[in-house]
């Protein structure tokens, strides 16, 4: 068992080089750093072949590092006796709560020209199913700001446990995370000063080094280069869906969020702190695929229409029997209640009933 997450997770045997996208695994591949890095879910034997690790792409060797680091049993020590273990994410009355996690609006795309031919689309719906491309930007500043390469290597290990939990409850066993993986090594100095009147605080702070991270990488300034950063990711990886997620040292408006298909995290984590980075990633992963909050503090309610099956918030807790149970979108803990696997969106067996 790797991390605390109890699934059968398996190093894959390597595919050949130049037959990745032509041979389809037979396993169920939950990670997939590269052809020769794949992690999968499999109880039984499997062929015995060794990987090259002289010929590993980087890529591939971080996410090799990070499954053997969730192997150990001083991992797994930390992660089963993680600080805050099941504290409901607004605990201490939201002080360090996640309950500024999904800012109301996202920054508006630049416009685009008219087109009378154009019908308005339906935004589309993330459902957590088939292959999910994974865009990981650690973005590394100067001085203080600097992201070591011991904490680039705890960032890829506890997403790597996240969303071994997110991806392993798919009771079709069909999600695969395949990564994009960088470092942004910018000279952006931090933001510091008052938040100018009207303008997105969010904004203010992410802004100057979001910008200069998506430089690094080949993308255009703004909202528009994250979209297209996220499009180009889904495209190479042959992708149902897609997001990216920027971690950094610089100031947030909060320590950790997501807009739309984009999440950001502080590495010292606030309150839950760098033992509680799988954690606090996997509950604004759920969000971008559509889960709803559960804490009190949300403001949540029982009813709405969440996720692709469109359910209600059942388990929130000002309104379920006795505060509902335990659930990532409610508690600092690895485990889901009956209706957020609705709200991810899973591919559902087809004789489940209603929750
Ligand atoms: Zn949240």
Redesign the pocket.
């Known amino acids: 068992m790797a991390g605390d997450v109890n699934l059968p997770e398996v190093l894959l045997p390597p595919l050949p080089r130049d037959g990745m996208a032509a041979m389809a695994a037979p396993l169920p591949v939950l990670h997939e750093y590269g052809p020769a890095v794949r992690i999968g879910l499999w109880e039984g034997a499997l062929p015995h072949a060794p990987i090259n690790e002289a010929d590993l792409s980087e890529q591939e060797r971080l996410g090799l590092q990070a499954f053997r680091t969730r192997l150990h049993d001083s991992y797994r020590d930390e992660k089963e006796n993680r600080p805050r273990r099941s504290a409901p994410?607004d605990e201490d009355g939201g002080r360090s709560g996640?309950?500024e996690?999904?800012p109301a609006a996202t920054p508006p795309a630049p416009p685009l020209p008219a087109d009378p031919t154009t019908v308005p689309q339906a935004p589309q719906v993330r459902r957590l199913a088939g292959r999910i491309a994974v865009g990981v930007v650690i973005v590394s500043g100067p001085g203080p700001l600097t992201m070591t390469s011991a904490q680039q290597s705890k960032i890829i290990t506890d997403v790597q446990n996240g969303l071994s939990f997110l991806g392993g409850r798919a009771p079709a066993r069909d999600v695969t995370f395949t990564y994009d993986l960088h470092v942004a090594q910018i000279a952006t100095p931090d933001t510091t000063g008052p938040i100018p009147a009207g303008q997105d605080p969010y904004e203010h702070f992410e802004a100057p080094w979001r910008d200069a991270a998506l430089a690094s990488i080949g993308q255009p300034a703004g909202w528009s280069g994250v979209k297209n950063y996220i499009g180009g990711i889904k495209a190479a990886k042959g992708a149902q869906a897609a997001y990216c997620a920027f971690f950094t040292h610089y100031q947030l408006h909060h320590f950790a969020y997501?807009r739309d298909d984009c999440v950001v995290m502080q590495y010292a984590n606030d309150g839950w702190g760098t033992k509680n980075l799988d954690s606090v990633f996997a509950?604004?992963t759920?969000?971008v695929f559509g889960a709803?909050?559960e804490?009190a503090l949300?403001g949540c309610n029982c009813g709405g229409s969440h996720g692709a099956y469109g359910r209600p918030n059942l388990n929130c807790e000002n309104c379920a029997d006795g505060g509902g149970v335990a659930c990532i979108?409610r508690n600092n803990i690895l485990d889901m209640c009956a209706v957020t696997p609705y709200h991810l969106g899973y591919t559902m067996p087809k004789a489940a009933g209603s929750v």
């Open positions: 994410w996640l309950d996690d999904q997501c509950h604004e759920a969000h709803p909050d804490y949300s979108m």
